[in-house]
């Protein structure tokens, strides 16, 4: 259809590309997927593709962003899209793959980047072709501008569109490519629509805010000032109730203050005093917490992807909660935002209630937001004024050191301060260097108690258990002594009769006799001996008072017991001494009368001294080092807070040196041993 009929251009088709390409659209890649579609359609193309350009001049390269006609999952049966723009711009869903003639599909998307012009090309070649004797079909690459007609030359492209299309008449392509560019056109109409709706969001926002600012700068403290903020904004958005909450800890002129991560109700609309414990309030904080955690405003109900994509994604649980003893209710909350060159930092959280009919819109949520944004500064110039005077001059003392070291190049010249600092305070300043070492904790009395002979447990003894205290004689274990008292009951016995038998020998003068029954009655009188020690022995009892550190017979009694197996452990526990394991590059610093203090591991909070009372004379291997044992003995332990076993660290106190020399002395000892100084 030539363009010179213009009878045809109010024909219904073209009336709905125009309406089409007219419409409003919230969000920019729905209106370029909108541009793709419409373009495809007016051109009769096969397949339209849109290209993201990346790099410039030879490093140039399109990729694939976006394929028509749309896959079935994309469009809802009306033709709308059904998806959210960043899934549709997902680059999973354009493969390379599927876009034809690849090669001169992309080559052609290339050359109209860089010429920012219309081109056609034809399938089999590389140069601009209108003669289609012979091609396959051509392809149109259409780039699409981005901002104002006069912004467009120096801003990048939006993304080309490239037209695959059956062989045509040169007349055809020329009447196809004249369609193309009309309709290209009205990416400008839809850049100055967006422009032109932020300039009445801007105007709109900077009213209103001006209006709230000229109110709430009339209250004489911060608290005033929020309780008028939502009772003018209640009014000026007719709506039920709003609420404003501050951050804890939240300040922006205080440099790395980063505040707390939770938001207290500071006033609510038309309410004099807030108590926090009161159901309502706690729901309100609980919808202001979702908000700062998610850093954008929130809105129940949720809009569709197509209204907002970002407000429709926002998690919306505590608003629902806060908004459920109402079916007609609507939250919004919204983010007080201070700008400074850290970038953004939340301050509070205004929540805003209402019961009308239908849906809050997104221009209002827009408009609402802006305002904040210029109320939040001034709200947060009233909260810090509103602090205590020790506060505000701690501040002022951390902008002046910043503005001491200039704005320019700070970390440097702070780092050039500090080490000149440091390097001053390495050689003046002395203290004890400590040696540290590996240390644990052993009693000063141990006993073990072993089974004297074979035997089976009948007893164990009331404190004879692990962690119980002990008395000298208090009873551990008493052995079964019944065989045994029977056995020296009979060898008592045999002794009687064999010494018996010898006198009766004598006396008859049986010589030889005598003497067996002699050496018999000696051997009976050894065993009953024998028998009557082991009986004795068979009562062990605690040889020292302490406490029983290991050994657990409970479920040994009337077992058997071999000679030497171990029962007990006990250790007093009232004098424990410190054995400490220090390296050999180390012990020469280490003297006897020495001091210093250990910290165990179950508590290395405690400090605890010691005097070193012994160094033995003798280094032992261990992981690869020689270590000596150094002992000491503890002068100032807490009660019951240390126990045998106990390990940790312990450091020697020796002589003071520049915190230089400590730094460097392994470094400079082991270069010594490396090059013989």
């Not at 006396?507 to 004795?536: F, N, P, W, Y």
């Amino acid at each position: 259809m030539p363009l010179t009929e213009l009878h045809n251009v109010k024909a219904p088709g073209w009336a709905r590309v125009v309406a089409e390409l007219t419409a409003a659209s919230p969000d920019d890649r729905l209106y370029l997927a909108r541009m793709v579609s419409t373009l495809g359609q007016v051109s009769g193309a096969r397949q339209a593709v849109l290209w993201s350009i990346t790099g410039q001049g030879d490093s140039m390269e399109p990729r694939a962003v976006l394929l028509w006609p749309f896959a079935p999952d994309l469009v809802d049966p009306t033709g709308k899209m059904a998806v959210t723009p960043e899934s549709l711009f997902d680059p999973g869903r354009a493969p390379e793959s599927r876009v034809e003639a690849l090669a001169d599909t992309k080559a052609a998307a290339r050359a109209a980047a860089t010429s920012r012009e219309v081109g056609v090309f034809g399938i089999e070649g590389d140069t601009l072709m209108y003669d289609a004797q012979g091609a396959k079909g051509q392809v149109q690459a259409v780039p699409i501008p981005q901002g104002q007609p006069h912004e467009a030359p120096g801003l990048p492209l939006a993304g080309v569109v490239t037209l695959l299309t059956d062989a045509r008449s040169r007349q055809a392509l020329q009447t196809t490519t004249a369609i193309v560019e009309v309709v290209a056109g009205y990416i400008f109409q839809h850049w100055t629509s967006q422009a032109l709706r932020r300039a009445r969001a801007s105007s709109a926002a900077l009213d209103l805010a001006a209006r709230l600012i000229s109110a709430i700068n009339g209250t004489p403290d911060f608290k005033g000032c929020t309780l008028q903020l939502v009772n003018d904004l209640s009014r000026q958005l007719s709506v039920d109730r709003v609420a404003l909450g501050w951050v804890d800890g939240a300040n922006p002129f205080r440099t790395g203050s980063e505040g707390a991560r939770n938001v207290r109700c500071a006033a609510i609309s038309d309410t004099e005093n807030v108590d926090r414990r009161m159901a309502m309030v706690q729901r309100l904080e609980a919808a202001m917490d979702e908000c700062l955690d998610q850093a954008q405003p929130v809105l129940y109900p949720a809009p569709t992807a197509a209204g907002d994509v970002v407000l429709s994604q926002a998690i919306t649980h505590a608003h629902r909660e806060l908004a459920s003893g109402d079916a007609k209710l609507k939250v919004a909350s919204f983010p007080l935002r201070v700008a400074d060159r850290r970038g953004d930092k939340i301050v509070g959280v205004v929540t805003i209630e209402s019961g009308g009919d239908g849906r809050i819109e997104t221009a209002t949520i827009e408009l609402i937001q802006a305002t904040l944004d210029l109320l939040a500064p001034v709200l947060a110039v009233r909260h810090s004024d509103d602090r205590l005077i020790a506060l505000r001059v701690w501040d002022w003392m951390v902008r002046t050191g910043a503005w001491l070291v200039g704005p320019k190049h700070t970390v440097w010249k702070l780092a050039g301060i500090a080490g000149l600092c440091a390097s001053i305070a390495l050689f003046a300043i002395h203290t004890t260097y400590r040696v540290g070492a590996p240390m644990s904790l052993r009693a000063t009395e141990r006993r073990v108690i072993s089974m004297p002979f074979d035997g089976t447990i009948a007893k164990i003894g009331e404190n004879a258990e692990a962690g119980r205290a002990v008395a000298p004689g208090d009873l551990l274990v008493q052995l079964d002594t019944r065989d045994m008292l029977l056995a020296a009951l009979e060898a008592d016995n045999q002794f009687l009769q064999f010494d018996k038998q010898a006198d009766e020998s004598l006396r008859k003068g049986e010589l030889s006799e005598a003497v067996q029954a002699r050496a018999r009655a000696e051997q009976s009188r050894a065993r009953r001996d024998l028998l009557r020690t082991q009986i004795e022995r068979s009562r062990i009892v605690a040889p020292i008072g302490g406490t029983v550190t290991s050994g657990d017979l409970k479920d040994k009694v009337g077992a058997s017991v071999k000679l030497g197996d171990r029962l007990f452990e006990l250790a007093d526990l009232s004098k424990l001494q410190v054995v400490a394991r220090v390296s050999d590059a180390d012990i020469a610093l280490i003297k006897e009368n020495g001091t210093g203090e250990i910290s165990p591991k179950s508590a290395p909070h405690l400090k605890v001294p010691f005097i070193v009372t012994q160094i033995v004379p003798l280094a032992v291997p261990e992981e690869g080092q020689n270590v000596f044992e150094v002992r000491g003995e503890l002068t100032g332990a807490p009660p019951g807070t240390l126990l045998d076993g106990m390990e940790g660290q312990a450091r020697f106190n020796t002589e003071r040196h520049s915190l230089a020399w400590i730094a460097s002395r392994r470094i400079i000892d082991q270069l010594r041993v490396w090059l013989w100084w």
